[in-house]
């Protein structure tokens, strides 16, 4: 059987600004989330405010690939 595209698909979320100033030696890594997105209503690629643990703000979070 063939396999069906899915309306919601998984996608991760990453900081950019972690990623655009490289990670600094009092942070251990790079803040990720983890949600869905309905591929009709947003074929874009998705950006939101989140809280970043190591950059201890908000900041945005864009989609990466898998």
């Keep these: 059987m ?3 595209k899915d309306v919601r698909v998984t996608i991760i979320l990453e900081c950019t600004s972690c990623v ?3 990670v600094n030696k ?3 890594g ?3 989330y983890i949600t869905q997105k309905n591929r009709h209503n947003t074929p874009s690629r998705l950006e939101l405010k989140k809280l970043c643990p190591y950059c201890y703000k908000h900041t ?3 989609e990466i690939k898998k």
């Design 26 to 28: 009092e942070s251990t």
């Design 2 to 4: 063939a396999k069906t």
């Design 30 to 32: 790079i803040s990720r």
């Design 20 to 22: 655009r100033n490289g």
């Design 60 to 62: 945005i979070h864009g």
